[in-house]
């Protein structure tokens, strides 16, 4: 099985930072691309920003300048700096893991999409 778990979330102010990351378990072989979305109240689940295994990065227009994306291979984990945070940054944050090669139940495996179950970030005064 391969699982994320995102942490970091959080209630902050207006202008404030956070930083998310999100930890991808199991018997791992590899992982291409890794990345964040975002779903607001009412509002359909949208990209913030992605980060290929050679670090390749791709950011919404809306985040970029306030926002990095990182990973580190080694730990299969992907971060997101997230700084001068408003509030139409809130959201819940999801994080992505596409086209994952991984060992289980005696053979090697084959998926192109793993999600977090996502942590809430509120941006308020």
């Known amino acids: 099985q391969v699982q994320l778990v995102e942490s970091g979330g959080g209630l902050v102010q207006p202008g404030g930072s956070l930083r998310l990351s999100c930890a991808a378990s199991g018997s791992i072989i590899s992982i291409n691309n890794m990345g964040w979305y975002r779903q607001a109240p009412g509002k359909q689940r949208e990209l913030v920003a992605t980060?290929?295994?050679?670090?390749?990065?791709n950011y919404a227009d809306s985040v970029k300048d306030r926002f990095t994306i990182s990973r580190d291979n080694a730990k299969n984990t992907v971060y997101l700096q997230m700084n001068s945070l408003e509030p139409e940054d809130t959201a819940v944050y999801y994080c992505?893991?596409?086209?994952?090669?991984?060992?289980?139940?005696?053979?090697?495996?084959?998926?192109?999409?793993?999600w977090g179950q996502g942590t809430q970030v509120t941006v308020s005064s």
């Open positions: 980060i290929t295994s050679g670090g390749s990065t």
């Open positions: 992505n893991a596409d086209r994952v090669v991984y060992y289980g139940r005696d053979s090697f495996r084959r998926a192109s999409d793993f």
